[in-house]
Structure formats: structure tokens, C-alpha cells
């Protein structure tokens, strides 16, 4: 069965102090592994795309690797602005061809302390 | 830069009415998604949608459930018997090309059911 598990489920920073949150995933075929930030009762924005194992996305004080059992997001000096859940999924081949279903991790939720 | 915008943000029906939830998915994209988050929950799949059919559902996406592509640009989500256990975040997500491109998700709707 297709699983995403995340950890630690929460984690408080100081603003500065790095930290990295994990993925686990199990998944029959992965079409692509997702990062997602989530506030308090919107939704999902998109923050990175990996595909393959080895690859590694950048963006600000974030930043993502993917082996093939795990992603991790790493933190980099966090600041106050970054307190949120922070959401995995991955995307599954499926037999019933490319339907695009995304499986998501129960997220880990960040706050980051002035 | 184009979003995916959703209405109502929130609705409050009686056990056992319909509610229709809106989306206005970004206006070059041909794959079309509904998501449910339950409170405290994981985001869950329900359908997704291409070429004005189905193609893919969830075990929740039962008969109570339907989608439809009213015209070229909304996507709507209709619940037709609404239960207690049907309150939850609703989540419109749409991409280019279902089997690689990231999906772009809308700020929700978040419907109760008393």
C-alpha cells in the first residue's frame, strides 16, 4: 500500500537554529515527490518538485533532497515567518494510467521562536 | 500569477442537504482535483478529473459525490445528501499534465454540516 509518513509530527526552532524534517514514503512506482507549506485554514502552496533520487531543490532558506525511500527539508537559520505545517505527498504510478492522485504525509508543524 | 480560486469559503448546510462547492481552476489547466482535509487530519484524495470524465476516484467518493465541469471554466463538486461526517476543508487542485506537472491547490472551502 502506498504510505508517506512524516517526522517529527511537530518542532519548535529558535529563529536561526537549523533543523531538518523528514519524509519516509513507500509507493509503487514514484511520478514525482512534493513539498508543500500549509497556514492555519488555507491551502497547500507549493514550494518544491523532485523526481529522482539525488536531486535537490533550493529556494531561500529551504531546501529538499530525495533518496529513494525519504525526502528530507532542510531549514536553513529559520525566521518567525516560516511557523507552519509543512506537507509531503508523493505521486504513485498507477494501473490505471496517470490519473495525477497525489498521497499526503500528516505533515510536521513548524514554529520558529523570535 | 494565475490561481485557483474557490467559493464559498465557507458554507454551513443541515445534515442531509446538498451543497455545491465552486472552483475556478488556472485557466490553462486540463487536470482537475478535489481533496478533503478533515480537522486535525491528513489532506485525502477524492477524484480527479480530465476530459470532461473521471478518472480516478477514492473510496470516499461514493454515489453521495459528483463533479462536473459546468462550462469552460468552473469545476464544481456537489455533495448530495450531506452528512455530520462530510465537515471538513475542501481543496480544488489543477494541473497541465496530470502525470508529471505539480498540482496547484485553492485556499479551500470549508464546509459544516450540523
Known amino acids: 500500500e502506498d504510505q508517506v509518513t512524516q517526522s517529527p509530527e511537530a518542532l519548535r526552532l529558535q529563529e536561526g537554529e537549523s533543523s531538518s524534517l523528514n519524509c519516509s514514503y513507500t509507493?509503487?512506482?514514484?511520478?514525482?515527490l512534493f513539498w508543500y507549506r500549509q497556514d492555519p485554514g488555507k491551502g497547500p502552496e507549493f514550494l518544491f518538485t523532485?523526481?529522482?533520487a539525488g536531486e535537490e531543490k533550493e529556494k531561500e532558506r529551504l531546501k529538499a533532497t530525495l533518496t529513494k525511500k525519504e525526502s528530507f527539508l532542510h531549514i536553513t537559520a529559520p525566521k518567525p515567518e516560516d511557523s507552519a505545517t509543512y506537507l509531503c505527498?508523493?505521486?504513485?504510478?498507477?494501473?490505471?494510467?496517470?490519473?495525477?492522485?497525489?498521497?499526503f504525509g500528516q505533515g510536521t508543524t513548524l514554529q520558529v521562536k523570535p | 500569477e494565475p490561481e485557483v480560486t474557490q467559493t464559498p469559503s465557507h458554507q454551513v448546510t443541515q445534515m442531509g442537504q446538498e451543497v455545491i462547492l465552486r472552483c475556478v481552476p488556472i485557466s490553462n489547466h486540463l487536470y482537475f482535483y478535489w481533496y478533503r482535509q478533515i480537522l486535525g487530519q491528513k489532506v485525502e484524495f477524492l477524484v480527479s478529473?480530465?476530459?470532461?470524465?473521471?478518472?480516478?476516484k477514492s473510496e470516499i467518493f461514493d454515489d453521495q459525490f459528483s463533479v462536473e465541469r459546468p462550462d469552460g471554466s468552473n469545476f464544481t463538486l456537489k455533495i448530495r445528501s450531506t452528512k455530520l461526517e462530510d465537515s471538513a476543508m475542501y481543496f480544488c487542485?489543477?494541473?497541465?499534465?496530470?502525470?508529471?506537472?505539480?498540482?496547484?491547490f485553492g485556499p479551500g472551502t470549508r464546509l459544516t454540516v450540523l
Open positions: 478529473f480530465y476530459n470532461n470524465e473521471i478518472s480516478e
Open positions: 509507493v509503487s512506482g514514484l511520478r514525482g
Open positions: 505527498a508523493v505521486r504513485p504510478k498507477t494501473y490505471s494510467g496517470n490519473t495525477g492522485k497525489l498521497i
Open positions: 487542485a489543477s494541473n497541465r499534465d496530470g502525470s508529471t506537472d505539480t498540482q496547484y
Open positions: 523532485l523526481y529522482s
